[in-house]
């Protein structure tokens, strides 16, 4: 890498772009699954059609006589004909979930079928590919070094495939070696959204089938159990519409623990009894539209007050917190935040966020605030062939902003090198998170 100063505009520019084009990212949020947990791993056109995003956008428009169910009914391969004949050939597909499936038939080298719109013939090509080379290829061609799925131990299907009965060893089996192994480009991290839920009821259930106590000292010992099995790279929740922390917090019903218990007296001890970072889901409201719930999409999203963070962060010094906001209007108040509490690092914008306008202002947003101590984007993919789409249109959008507050720095008489510019932009796509991490 070069260590002589860059002469003109035109090569800091370059410089910038050739980095975040051709950097290897960091996707810090997922929902994949590696070839060897089964129908777990999703991938291929028809998952592409059916995934959550495009299935709500089909019922606005789809004819009235489609129903939820008569469609929730229909196999995966007839829901996504459908959304297929309604959101692709019987209109443009200009949103950013429609062009994000052309993006990725095209990075696959499909041109001529999207030119055609053979759906059969994706069809076929998708039915030839070996999963275990396919999903090496996606991570490559996407450019992604590892991406952190979302294990819930709550999720029997899921749970399974790190059981010890199941994957041939012991509890403190690698997980790599196992039965079911896992792939270096894919991390874990512990999904535990009961907790934040005071959803005890839940918890309850998956202490007995541990044979645990159901008490806060058999909760705090599921945790520990299940960072073994997996190994988390950190414990993550979201929270619900009506999240609240602290004296005023009620449990959900009476003689459960409540939700600020839950995470005071579990989670934060957890966290800090085996040095796991938090990550935190802030803002959806979860089954606002029930109709669209089988799939998926039923959330939606709210203004969520930034409080419970800011106590979190200010009474556990000692635990780190990353964190992203589902609502746009947060955006603002969290970036404070963050310069605020060196415990809290802010990461991606998430789900309803993941478009190039709001990716745009935020990181725009973002970089003025904080600098480069924050990671600028994760995918959420759940199905394999979306990293590519995603990372190429977020990585688009983060160049032209990058490119803009480097020619300032260099405008101001700064002398950049290539090292200089590498170095920092890989920051905004992985490297602040593992420095974060690291410190
Ligand atoms: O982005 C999504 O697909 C959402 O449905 C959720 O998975 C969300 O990202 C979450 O992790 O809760
Ligand atoms: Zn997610």
């Known amino acids: 890498m070069s ?3 860059l002469a003109t505009a035109g090569e800091v520019e370059e410089a910038v772009r050739a980095t975040v ?3 290897e990212v960091i996707d810090l949020h997922t929902h994949l699954f590696p070839p060897s947990h089964g129908n777990l791993m999703l991938y291929g056109i028809d998952e592409l059609l059916t995934y959550h995003y495009l299935v709500s956008e089909f019922f606005m428009i789809a004819p009235l006589s489609i129903t939820h169910d008569l469609f929730f009914k229909l196999s995966k391969r007839e829901q996504a004909d459908l959304i297929w004949e309604y959101l ?7 949103s950013e979930a429609q062009l994000g499936v052309l993006t990725t038939l095209q990075m696959l080298g499909l041109e001529d079928y999207i030119k055609s719109k053979d759906l059969n013939a994706i069809r076929a090509w998708y039915a030839k590919q070996d999963p275990y080379q396919y999903a090496r290829r996606v991570f490559k061609i996407a450019g992604v070094k590892y991406a952190v799925m979302t294990n819930v131990p709550f999720d029997e299907d899921e749970a399974k495939y790190f059981r010890s009965d199941d994957n041939g060893g012991d509890d403190n089996n690698n997980i790599s070696s196992n039965k079911y192994p896992i792939p270096t480009f894919l991390k874990t991290a512990l999904r535990i959204d009961p907790l934040l839920k005071g959803d005890w009821g839940t918890i309850c259930k998956c ?5 645990l106590p159901h008490d806060i000292e058999g909760c705090k010992e599921y945790l520990r159990i299940w960072a073994r099995r997996i190994k988390p790279m950190y414990l993550m929740a979201s929270t619900p519409a009506d999240f609240q922390y602290g004296p005023h917090d009620k449990p959900r019903q009476e003689g459960w623990p409540s939700a600020t218990e839950l995470i005071d007296d579990v989670m934060i001890v957890i966290a800090k009894e085996l040095n796991l970072p938090l990550a935190m889901k802030i803002g959806p409201w979860r089954g606002m539209s029930p109709d669209l719930n089988p799939c998926g999409g039923g959330d939606g999203v709210v203004v969520a007050d930034v409080k419970p963070l800011r106590e979190l962060c200010f009474k556990n010094p000692d635990v780190k917190f990353l964190a992203t906001f589902l609502s746009r209007v947060n955006q603002h108040e969290v970036c404070v935040l963050a310069q605020k509490f ?3 690092h802010l990461y991606g914008c998430w789900w309803y966020l993941n478009n190039p306008s709001i990716i745009e ?3 725009k947003m973002r970089v003025e605030m904080l600098g480069t101590a924050f990671t600028a984007q ?3 993919c759940r199905i394999l062939d979306q990293l590519m789409y995603k990372w190429k249109h977020s990585r688009k959008v983060i160049s032209n902003v990058l490119v803009e507050y480097y020619l300032k720095l260099y405008k101001v008489g700064w002398s950049l090198t290539q090292h200089d510019i590498v170095t920092d932009v890989n ?13």
């Open 427 to 439: 920051r905004f796509l992985g490297g602040s998170f593992e420095e974060f991490m690291n410190k």
């Open 3 to 5: 260590r002589y100063q």
């Open 361 to 363: 202002e935020m990181t």
């Open 378 to 380: 994760h995918s959420d």
């Open 88 to 94: 692709f050939v019987k209109r443009l597909p200009i």
């Open 207 to 211: 202490l007995t089938l541990e044979k």
């Open 342 to 344: 060196r415990n809290l």
């Open 21 to 23: 084009e051709c950097c």
